[in-house]
């Protein structure tokens, strides 16, 4: 019978990292051109809101690790990181940016660790991919599962405040030498999903490959968010604006959450 649960599980897992496909394909240039950039600015907002909270050396999951400049950043400061990621090519390159640091592919939804961490983090509007408000709550009780009482958990996510002026529809392109890439985006504020459609192109010899994918975000209320940490067993949480409080200027509409796991909290 436990063979059986056991092989339903991993039926069922890897139907949802079967979902992370489209980011095998676009890990090559979130990697040459995302990763470094946001990175750094969020290495300076964790000055505030993050390493004052943590001993030295401590241990970091990074959630939705990406192509590991985060995790590298985080590394170079002392601490030990794990990162998840459900996409292998990302892991891929993350292995070459952030070569100490421990690597698994695993859902966000479903993840499990065996030791517990001082903080999980989460970054670049990874939570955004998330598309349904129960399906964050799994995020929410699985990070407060891997983290020590008291742990530290930290996030961003881009919010409906971005549409606010009105603006639907956006459109920017890198063009190189040996690659380019045109993203659109459009938003539906009646279902909250956001739609990237890329078409990227890169020099493979003498040919120009092309590829096309879509990429969907669900943007959520800040109220929707505590909400959610606070059912799964979060305490002390609170809500940033990053341009304001921080003055990140790469992106509008992104707050970044911080919450806690009670430190008497044993459960798990």
């Known amino acids: 019978m436990n063979g059986d649960r056991d092989g339903r599980l991993k039926e069922r897992v890897g139907r949802r990292l079967n979902i992370y496909s489209e980011y095998d394909r676009f890990a090559w240039f979130y990697n040459r051109h995302w990763g470094d950039e946001f990175s750094r600015p969020v290495l300076e907002i964790f000055e505030f809101i993050l390493f004052p909270h943590l001993e030295p050396g401590a241990r970091i999951l990074d959630l939705c690790c990406g192509t590991g400049q985060l995790a590298a950043g985080l590394l170079e400061r002392g601490y030990s990181v794990t990162g998840i990621d459900g996409s292998q090519a990302m892991l891929d390159l993350a292995g070459a940016n952030a070569s100490a640091a421990e690597l698994m592919r695993a859902d966000a939804r479903s993840f499990r660790v065996a030791e517990r961490f001082s903080a999980v983090v989460s970054t670049f ?18 990070v407060r599962l891997a983290l020590k009482g008291g742990g530290i958990f930290v996030f961003d996510l881009n919010t409906e405040d971005e549409f606010e002026s009105g603006n639907r529809q956006a459109m920017f392109d890198i063009v190189e030498d040996d690659h380019a890439c045109v993203v659109r985006s459009r938003y539906d504020p009646a279902t909250r999903m956001k739609y990237y459609d890329v078409t990227m192109f890169a020099l493979e010899g003498d040919d120009w490959r092309r590829g096309d994918l879509t990429l969907v975000q669900r943007y959520y209320s800040a109220s929707d968010v505590v909400a959610g940490l606070g059912s799964a067993g979060f305490e002390r949480i609170s809500a940033h604006d990053a341009q304001r409080e ?23």
């Not at 990874?126 to 995020?139: A, K, M, R, W, Y």
């Not at 992104?254 to 459960?267: M, N, P, Q, T």
């Open 125 to 142: 509007d990874s939570l955004n991919h998330i598309l349904t408000l129960e399906e964050l709550g799994d995020v929410f009780r699985h």
């Open 246 to 268: 921080f003055g990140l200027s790469i992106s509008e509409g992104r707050a970044f959450f911080v919450a806690y796991r009670a430190s008497d909290d044993s459960e798990g």
